[in-house]
């Protein structure tokens, strides 16, 4: 068995495991802040670990996801455990795409945001980062920012963070790809609730970056 640290995070380090017999996975080990009392770093690690787990669990029944694997001591652990996506992370390769293709890859993410959100479920960090593409799906990752609610405020301010990743990590042609995105969202059964509140955020965001 293997062992490699592929991400170092504020918040928690991502460890790929390759054991004989057995397809990769990965841990996500939530990190010890030392700021901060022990038994109240413990208690927060370990409920936002439970809240991914059960995230992760809800999203990967409507999206292509990774599903946790079933832990007994879930409960008071600070680790993750889950299948290891191999493909490609779209924060590096979607630019290297034809157009077409990228535009492709848009409508598919746009139709797993409306899923997710049909679900009650934010992701609470929509970047290209946190996509990989395998096999002609998109897998979403990382949902230790993500949260169940129906409010369209929150949806709104998830499209708002994904238009935003696009603009600064694909800026060549951001606004045909969230465009996109835009295409297939609208099969979400509030889409048109969301997406006017949508417009409502754009505009508070550009007022906070004028003054």
């Known amino acids: 068995m293997t062992e490699k ?25 939530r990190i010890k802040k030392n700021y901060r009392l022990s038994e109240i770093d413990d208690e927060i690690r370990s409920k936002r670990t439970r809240s991914e787990a059960k995230l992760l669990e809800k999203a990967s029944q409507v999206i292509n996801s990774p599903k ?23 924060s590096k390769h979607l630019d290297f795409f034809p157009l077409k293709e ?7 993410i746009g139709g797993n945001i409306a899923k997710l959100h049909d679900a009650d479920i934010i992701h609470g960090d929509l970047t ?3 996509m990989i593409l395998k ?4 897998f979403f990752i990382d949902f230790g920012l ?14 708002h963070l994904l238009r935003q990743a ?13 465009q996109e995105v835009l295409k297939t969202y609208s099969t979400s059964k509030k889409s048109g609730l969301v997406l006017k509140q949508f417009k409502k955020v754009e505009k508070r965001g550009r007022y906070k970056e004028r003054y």
């Open 68 to 90: 946790p694997f079933f832990e007994p001591s879930i409960k008071n652990s600070f680790k993750l455990k889950m299948p290891f996506i191999e493909g490609k992370k779209l």
């Open 135 to 138: 096999d002609g799906k998109v």
């Open 146 to 159: 993500g949260f169940g609610s129906h409010k369209i405020e929150d949806k709104a301010v998830d499209l």
């Open 128 to 130: 290209t980062s946190n």
């Open 5 to 29: 640290i592929i991400q170092h995070g504020a918040e928690a380090n991502i460890i790929l495991i390759r054991a004989k017999g057995r397809g990769p996975f990965i841990i996500k080990d």
């Open 102 to 108: 990228q535009k492709k890859i848009c409508r598919i």
């Open 166 to 178: 696009l603009e600064a990590r694909h800026f060549r042609n951001w606004q045909e790809l969230f």
